[in-house]
């Protein structure tokens, strides 16, 4: 089965840059989503397609994604950004659904 | 506005069975796939299971097929999952997810909590 790698844990201090992966095989021919989950809240979409934004996310969030590895990337990071971040893409050999194992993104 | 209710959570014993319903509401809801994903306490994001818009396409994850069934009543704008033989490890927030384009989870409820203990 196919298995999405994220870090544990990204400490940042704040107005400064964190960047989150996820590691796949090929995972640069998928669409890869990220999603944002603070504490007792159901998951928000923060990057979707690789690198788009809804509407309502703030520019600070980009994504991209080449080879085995994508990557979310949040631009002078605050305090609400703290929470944790899942990847996800859907594996067509297998029509499943795959989640990364997540990342908390602690504010210093 | 996109809304879905998730309903049916609560405490039941292990080899019994659950069901789950998503009301949802805002938008066309026989013109989506709809998706179960579930967080066990402390843990990450599992999905379980999709339905496509007619209900023609069904998909489980491993951990779940034979025992889980996904349906959906467009007439009445609700998703359900039928739970059976349910083991402590089913014990999660069972979330219902719409699927937009590029197959993302765009609109997510707020869960519905399963406990299995006996």
């Known amino acids: 089965s196919y298995v999405l790698t994220q870090p544990p844990s990204v400490s940042v201090a704040p107005g400064q840059t964190a960047r989150i992966t996820c590691g796949g095989n090929k995972i640069g021919s998928k669409s890869v989503h990220w999603y944002q989950q603070k504490p007792g809240q159901a998951p928000v979409v923060v990057v979707y397609d690789d690198s788009d934004r809804p509407s309502g996310i703030p520019e600070r969030f980009s994504g991209s994604n080449s080879g085995n590895t994508a990557t979310l990337t949040i631009s002078r990071v605050d305090a609400g950004d703290e929470a944790d971040y899942y990847c996800?893409?859907?594996?067509?050999?297998?029509?499943?659904?795959?989640f990364g194992t997540g990342t908390k993104v602690t504010v210093l | 506005e996109v809304q879905l209710v998730e309903s049916g959570g609560g405490l039941v014993k292990p080899g019994g069975s659950l069901r789950l319903s998503c009301a949802a509401s805002g938008f066309t809801f026989s013109g989506y796939s709809i998706n179960w994903v579930r967080q066990a306490p402390g843990k990450g994001l599992e999905w379980v299971s999709s339905i496509s818009s007619t209900g023609t396409y069904i998909y489980y994850a491993d951990s779940v097929k034979g025992r889980f069934t996904i349906s959906r009543d467009n007439a009445k704008n609700s998703l359900y999952l039928q739970m059976n033989s349910l083991r402590a490890e089913d014990t999660a927030v069972y979330y219902c997810?719409?699927?937009?384009?590029?197959?993302?989870?765009?609109?997510w409820g707020q869960g519905t909590l399963v406990t299995v203990s006996s």
């Open positions: 997810a719409r699927e937009g384009r590029q197959l993302v989870l765009d609109y």
């Open positions: 996800q893409v859907w594996d067509s050999s297998s029509d499943h659904y795959v």
